[in-house]
């Protein structure tokens, strides 16, 4: 338990040293919400959707978290040859809690950046339709934040070096984001692609924190919670089978 | 301390460690010398539980390091070729986590974290995060780093590597004087012939995956009818130049050092 809390702590502590990262870290979403807010506010009104706006808000927030969870994930690569996790794994504790310590620690990291994210939505004029579904909002965030560092950890875990770290990002994170209806409504889609959004992760964990904050939904709200608690618990797994099988 | 019997490794055709044996003292400075690949890192990561052998055995302090793996782990300290500190954290929170990791209870760590910073003059710096430290002061801080957990061995993997000659000296210093008053084993490897002939009681000259000398320095100069130890482990040797095919972990060192200029 020990082993657990210390790791987490060792995340918490260095997100919060790295302040100018984090401040850039805000720059993207800010950049989305004020591109696309103004720019495709508009269009958005005019189709009778309402404000862009309000609708977009929740994907600016799950992009961050993605974003910033899955990173860290595969930040392990670097820490993994040439730093501190050597320490880690050779030390007299079960490969697991370590895992898990350093997974708690970065979801962490990315559920107070998702907060921040909120924030600056807030003040860009987004508005929740009830504060009181907030904590359940957070519930999202920490799922989605779970998940994704599990996922970072798991392919962090079977890099060996950096090249293969463009390919995931092209091929993995940036699918991720833009097939999850962060930006566009997963209604009225053509068939098959609305089927490749329905497959992924990220649309259930948008679709869960715009039910809970505006109200509207695509998936319905049981079953963003069950499919994102499934999914999270398999990529916990996976996660934790590669970190196993490291060597050093 | 150490005892090892008939030691083989193969990776795949390779052979990395042919049918090596040998053994350290209690309380023993023992240095492993030999040429780049001569498979010195892959007998420390025998040794240290990180890689399962082949074939033959290996025993520290009675332990079988594959099987009792976590027993074994709490017998030995180690400094790895590549620095593992979290250069983010201070000094002092790079030696908390790792007496939580090797569960060094509280009262017993506060002391110990004390003294072994004071002993190797670094607790003035203790509130200072590691990346702002020398590379001298890095590799002191993870030997007292390894020593937390009052381990019978320590194993050095080349511990100066890149550092100036008097961080060098430094160094030895503090690890001689930390084998005379804790009584720990040394187990080092290095390419610097000096250092082993200062430090090390016995040496074991390494090459090609086989040990291919074994003694004090005198003896090997003595077996060699060599001046200094450094001809004799040319004469042993022979003075073609290793070329090592630059591996994955090569190309990293490169993109971490180009990431990291305080490295």
């Known amino acids: ?248 | 301390m150490i005892r090892v019997q008939n030691l083989v490794k193969k990776f795949g055709d390779f052979e990395a460690v042919k049918n090596i044996s040998f053994h350290v003292e209690r309380g023993e400075i023992f240095a492993f010398l030999g040429p780049n690949g001569a498979g010195k890192t892959t007998t420390i990561k025998m040794l240290t539980t990180l890689l399962k052998p082949t074939s033959g055995s290996v025993e520290i302090d009675g332990l079988n390091p594959a099987s009792a793996q976590n027993e074994a782990r709490k017998r030995f300290g180690i400094v790895f070729q590549d620095p593992s500190l979290d250069s983010e954290l201070t000094a002092y929170e790079n030696m908390e986590i790792h007496a939580v990791l090797y569960h060094v209870p509280r009262a017993v760590r506060i002391e110990r974290i004390e003294r072994l910073m004071k002993l190797f003059e670094l607790w003035d710096r203790r509130k200072d995060a590691a990346k702002t430290f020398s590379g001298g002061m890095k590799r002191r801080l993870e030997i007292a780093r390894s020593m937390l957990h009052t381990p019978k061995i320590i194993f050095l993997d080349e511990p100066t590597l890149g550092l100036d000659p008097q961080s060098r000296n430094q160094l030895w210093t503090h690890v001689k004087h930390l084998n005379e008053t804790e009584q720990v084993t040394v187990f080092l490897t290095t390419h610097y012939m000096e250092e082993a002939d200062r430090v090390a009681q016995r040496i074991a000259i390494i090459d090609h995956g086989g040990i291919v000398a074994l003694g004090s320095s005198a003896e090997l100069k003595q077996q060699t009818g060599t001046e200094t130890l450094e001809e004799a482990f040319l004469k042993l040797t022979g003075s073609a130049i290793r070329d090592e095919s630059a591996s994955s972990a090569d190309a990293m060192r490169q993109m971490a050092k180009m990431w990291s200029p305080k490295r």
């Open chain 1, 1 to 248: 338990m020990n082993v657990i809390y210390i790791l987490w702590l060792r995340e918490v502590k260095r997100y919060f040293r790295s302040r100018p990262q984090i401040i850039a870290s805000l720059g993207q979403p800010v950049l989305y919400l004020i591109a696309f807010g103004f720019g495709m506010g508009p269009i958005f009104q005019k189709a009778g959707y309402g404000s862009y706006r309000q609708f977009m808000a929740p994907g600016i927030i799950g992009m961050s978290v993605l974003f910033m969870s899955i990173f860290s994930g595969i930040s392990l690569l670097f820490d993994r040859q040439f730093g501190f996790l050597k320490e880690t794994l050779v030390a007299p504790v079960p490969r697991l809690q370590i895992m898990l310590g350093r997974t708690l620690g970065s979801a962490t990291s990315a559920i107070i950046q998702g907060s921040l994210v909120f924030v600056v939505c807030l003040i860009a004029g987004f508005r929740p339709i009830n504060p009181a579904t907030i904590p359940l909002a957070l519930c999202f965030m920490a799922a989605i934040a779970i998940m994704f560092t599990a996922l970072g950890t798991a392919i962090g875990s079977l890099l060996t070096d950096m090249q293969g770290f463009q390919l995931i990002m092209n091929f993995l994170v940036m699918p991720i984001f833009f097939l999850s209806g962060a930006l566009y409504p997963l209604k009225n889609l053509p068939a098959a692609f609305a089927f490749v959004t329905s497959l992924d992760p990220l649309s259930y964990g948008v679709d869960g924190l715009r039910t809970v904050l505006i109200g509207s939904s695509a998936f319905g709200l049981t079953t963003d919670a069950i499919v994102m608690g499934c999914i999270t618990l398999l990529f916990i797994g996976l996660g934790t089978y590669f970190f196993s099988k490291i060597q050093l």
